[in-house]
């Protein structure tokens, strides 16, 4: 069942100090519908690519650093499951994957090769990348991904982003792990060209519809989550009946 609280739960802060979370969030949503262009990257075997060169189809880009012991390994093993699912729903070669190394020099192609492999990731849908340290800064930004250096590591925004055929960020997924259909809805909205408009009605209903499916991984698709329906009914039912209840003692007050 989609919860509403579990949009909160998507960021990362050992250092409060030196990582502002509201920031971060506001500067991750911003992202949405900025276009991404003009970065060259290497891809796990050192070969030189354009992100551009990914346009065509929906691409799903997740930010890592491969010295991480244990959140980027959790956020990307439970990617890698949502991958999986939303490519039985959509079928194989629909969308394409990027993971991107943002600790240079360490996350060299050979150490997201490694880090790949590690996951049992070898789809050619899925390339793992390393970017140039001159434009790093710039590329992080683009996305509205923040991350601060600590001792331990680093503190980031836990964040998936997914942009459109024409390389522009559609939505941006939060957490190390998150409810699917808030993956699988905008890849299929992507993958089926009817795009909803962030903070727009239509998008609240899609929201809506949403929370009424679950996903079934058994069989691929989406059913209806009668559970969440009847929660509903008897929570609008309640609503009505209160509403009701003060309209009748106001005509007797009136009336009397």
Not at 103 to 122: C, E, I
Request: net charge neutral; proline share 4%; hydrophobic share 45%.
């Amino acid at each position: 069942m989609w919860r509403f609280s579990s949009l909160l739960i998507f960021l990362l802060s050992f250092n409060a100090a030196a990582f502002d979370q509201k920031e971060a969030l506001k500067e991750s949503q911003a992202a949405i519908g900025r276009e991404i262009r003009g970065y060259t990257l290497r891809d796990a075997e050192g070969r030189e690519l354009r992100l551009e060169e990914l346009r065509g189809k929906p691409l799903v880009v997740h930010f890592v650093y491969t010295g991480c012991f244990q959140v980027c390994p959790t956020s990307t093993q439970f990617l890698a499951k949502a991958v999986a699912q939303a490519e039985r729903s959509l079928g194989r070669g629909t969308f394409r994957v990027a993971t991107i190394g943002f600790n240079l020099p360490f996350d060299t192609p050979q150490a997201m090769k490694d880090f790949g492999r590690k996951f049992g990731v070898s789809s050619p849908d899925w390339l793992f990348l390393s970017p140039q340290a001159d434009t790093l800064a710039q590329l992080t930004a683009d996305f509205g991904f923040r991350y601060e250096a600590t001792a331990a590591g680093f503190d980031h925004l836990l964040q998936v982003s997914i942009l459109d055929a024409d390389g522009r960020i559609y939505r941006q997924v939060y957490g190390d792990s998150f409810e699917v259909p808030l993956f699988v809805g905008p890849l299929l909205e992507l993958a089926q060209n009817r795009p909803v408009a962030a903070g727009g009605v239509q998008a609240f209903l899609e929201q809506v519809k949403l929370l009424c499916t679950l996903y079934d991984p058994s069989a691929g698709r989406y059913r209806l989550n009668y559970v969440v329906i009847i929660e509903l009914l008897v929570g609008a039912s309640v609503m009505l009946g209160g509403i009701g209840f003060l309209i009748v003692e106001w005509r007797r007050r009136r009336s009397a």
